[in-house]
Structure formats: C-alpha cells, structure tokens
T-cell receptor
Framework: NAGVTQTPKFQVLKTGQSMTLQCAQD?????MSWYRQDPGMGLRLIHY???????DQGEVPNGYNVSRSTTEDFPLRLLSAAPSQTSVYFC???????????FGSGTQLSVL | SQELEQSPQSLIVQEGKNLTINCTSS?????LYWYKQKYGEGLIFLMM?????EEKSHEKITAKLDEKKQQSSLHITASQPSHAGIYLC????????????FGKGTLLTVNP
C-alpha cells in the first residue's frame, strides 16, 4: 500500500506565483485534510473534506483553495504565493475517526 | 478554539531512563490522540484515548487520559534511541468532529 502520497517533496516559488500541491490516498478514506507546520506554531489545519464534493475551512484557510472531485485526491492550491506561506505542508486522511490520521511525508515549500 | 499545551517543550534523557510528556487542554476533551514525528517525516499515529481514566500501552509507551483535569500523559519506560522524535498530542475541537487540533509538540532526544 502506498498510503498517502504527496508531491512534490520540495518546491521553491516566487511571490505571486500559483501552484498546486498534490495529495492522493489509496485507502478509500472519506476524510482528508491539509495542515501546515511552522516552527513555534505547530500544526495548523488549512482545509478538510469529509467526502467527494464536500470541503470546509480549517484554522488558516486564507490564500488556499481545495477541491475534492474524487475520494482519492485532495489537491491544495496556492492562488498567489506569499512569503508567509513558506512552510511544510502535510496531507492526511482517515477512514473512521478524524483523530486517527494517516499522514503523507510532507511538502517543503519556500516562497521567495 | 481549543488549545493544547504540551510540556516540556523539549527533553533530553539518557538511554534507559523513563520519561513523561504532558498534554493539557483548555477545553473539555472528547478524545485525545498521540502522534510521533521523526525529523523530515510525517506524523505516525500512536494511540487514541476516549474515556476518562483510559490507559493504553504500545511496546514501552503508555498513555493515560485524565478527563477531569483535561490532561493526558505519555510515559516511556526504559527509553531507547528509537524513541527520539517529536511527540504531539491532538484533540477534536469542541463542537466539531472534523477538526483535529494539535499541541506544539515535545522534542525528545535520547542519548546512547
């Protein structure tokens, strides 16, 4: 089983550029979420989805868009990258309870 | 919003020593989850506690939930270098079953 796969692992953007972080899971999980991890701030929830076609905002949604057209995929879009979005991004999924999450290995994003 | 305070922030122990990490919630706990993160990797689920007084063990790691104190503790017995990493507690935000909030983590170093 591949589990939760995130791509790319590393990315450098210039301010104002847009990009999509990919997340895919092969466990048929209904729940998927995106977190960002910053020093001193811990993990913060950006967006989450409880199933295909259903998404909702987390704690820090501004500057990010998500969609969930299939159960497997949950991409995170940065519309116009800003230096404040420099962070490590984690995608996670769950099959029954939101607390027991399976995490991807992360995407390290730098915005210059 | 729910806040989780972890203590200590970091911990250095000699191999073979016991240690305890605490996680205190600002609000009522509806479930407490412990995760471990190795440097540069995603989080790995360790244990889930749902009821007051509940205690769970996995290998040499034991977690306990004190619902009245809104607190959970993670105890490692006879620590090994393989226990090194960041330990994070997570809890479902009150009023929402879909938002998992994390503490900022405890960095554990185990010296051989």
């Amino acid at each position: 089983n591949a589990g939760v796969t995130q791509t790319p692992k590393f990315q450098v953007l210039k301010t104002g550029q847009s990009m999509t972080l990919q997340c895919a899971q092969d466990m048929n999980h209904e729940y998927m979420s995106w977190y960002r991890q910053d020093p001193g701030m811990g993990l913060r929830l950006i967006h989450y989805s409880v199933g295909a076609g259903i998404t909702d905002q987390g704690e820090v949604p501004n500057g990010y868009n998500v969609s969930r057209s299939t159960t497997e995929d949950f991409p995170l879009r940065l519309l116009s990258a800003a230096p404040s979005q420099t962070s490590v991004y984690f995608c996670a999924s769950s099959y029954d309870r939101v607390g027991k999450l399976f995490f991807g290995s992360g995407t390290q994003l730098s915005v210059l | 919003s729910q806040e989780l305070e972890q203590s200590p922030q970091s911990l250095i122990v000699q191999e073979g020593k016991n240690l305890t990490i605490n996680c205190t919630s600002s609000k009522t706990l509806y479930g407490l989850y412990w995760y471990k993160q190795k440097y540069g990797e995603g989080l790995i689920f360790l244990m889930m506690l749902q009821k007051g007084g509940e205690e769970k063990s996995h290998e040499k790691i034991t977690a306990k939930l004190d619902e009245k104190k809104q607190q959970s503790s993670l105890h490692i017995t006879a620590s090994q270098p393989s226990h090194a990493g960041i330990y994070l507690c997570g809890a479902v935000s009150g009023g929402s079953n879909y938002k998992l909030t994390f503490g900022k983590g405890t960095l554990l170093t185990v010296n051989p």
